[in-house]
């Protein structure tokens, strides 16, 4: 299971370039993975849901992979997050996060 770091960030950056990455939302969560590498493809998803409006894969270097996640959240919400591990059957290790707007 690779460790991880989350926060609450002003603005979601690109890994390397330092360029803001455009998520919908007013409230970001920046999530860095190591030693960890993503076949996933980069560019934002939408998410259908209320509060968590889409996300994006904005690292993926030396064995750190990034992610920043767009929340809607009311104007001065506290934003909770708690986190649950586990890994498939395939070996696949899972992080999931419950995020509470």
Known sequence: MPSYTFQIVPQVTRDGSGDPVTLPGATFLSIVFTPAR??????????????????????????????????????????????????????????ALDIKV
Do not use: F, K
Request: net charge negative; proline share 3%.
């Open 38 to 95: 993503s076949e996933a493809g980069t560019g934002p998803r939408a998410v259908g849901y209320r509060r968590v409006r889409g996300y994006e894969q904005v690292g993926d270097y030396e064995g750190y992979v990034s992610y920043g996640i767009g929340l809607n959240s009311p104007d001065g919400a506290t934003v909770q997050v708690r986190t649950g591990e586990s890994t498939r059957a395939d070996g696949t290790n899972v992080v």
